[in-house]
């Protein structure tokens, strides 16, 4: 591996702007982000998934509306698998995933709602999604999120349609090659012959994005 720099009905309520402020101070550290852009580190959390509904009829249509594209299992039928045996739920309802289905090639993007940076390179991926998605499959994980409305209307607002996941259990940071997962944004890529790369840091513009990934997934600019 090289590094780089059964769901359940649950309740939620829509955050404002000031009470999402809060949010993110209490998902990550007390500094957050810093000016630079840095990312968002993860603070442990009890065991335990709150209380966090992400698959209601308002967020069916919320998802609808934005254009994100459904969840749907990889097609990986042979082989080791390069991700990990877990089930994660499609952000917004839908058909929960095996994220050992996928295989090669492909880019896993892990972000949240509260996360600064993780925004910011979402027009990105989403580019590099309509350029670049007939050779990569691309996948959003939205981690530790705490308003999958929230989340949901941030997607929509830049555009980003790639199947998005959820994980308010907080187990893909306890799984390979996630594993630690200590700060988001984290991208993961894997090329065809399931070589991982992690790559824990945030991604400018499309350009930027294509710099560390275009080698591993030996892509032509």
């Known amino acids: 591996m090289r590094t780089?720099?059964?769901?359940?009905?649950r309740r939620t309520s829509r955050f404002a702007a000031a009470a999402l402020a809060l949010v993110a101070l209490a998902g990550c550290t007390s500094g957050g982000a810093d000016e630079e852009g840095d990312p968002y580190m993860v603070e442990p959390r009890a065991p335990g998934a709150p209380d966090i509904d992400y698959d209601s009829p308002e967020l069916q249509d919320a998802r609808a509306?934005?254009?994100i594209e459904a969840c749907a299992p990889g097609d990986r039928t042979t082989g080791p698998a390069v991700l990990p045996d877990l089930t994660?739920?499609?952000?917004?309802?839908g058909e929960a995933v095996d994220l050992s289905t996928f295989e090669g090639p492909l880019l896993v993007n892990v972000w949240a709602s509260f996360c600064t940076p993780c925004l910011k390179e979402l027009p990105a991926l989403q580019q590099f999604h309509e350029q670049y998605g007939d050779e990569v499959t691309v996948l959003g994980v939205d981690y530790n999120e705490?308003?999958?409305?929230?989340?949901?209307a941030l997607l929509q607002e830049t555009g980003a349609t790639y199947p998005q996941l959820i994980d308010v259990e907080l187990e893909l940071g306890t799984r390979e090659p996630f594993v630690p997962l200590r700060a988001i944004p984290m991208t993961v890529v894997v090329d065809a012959e399931g070589e991982v790369t992690v790559l824990p840091q945030s991604f400018?513009?499309?350009?930027?994005l294509l710099d560390a990934v275009a080698g591993p997934l030996g892509l032509e600019r």
Request: proline share 11%; charged share 25%; net charge negative.
């Open 4 to 9: 780089g720099t059964e769901p359940g009905r």
């Open 88 to 93: 994660l739920p499609c952000l917004g309802g």
């Open 146 to 152: 705490t308003s999958p409305a929230e989340a949901i």
């Open 65 to 67: 509306a934005a254009g």
């Open 204 to 208: 400018d513009d499309l350009d930027d």
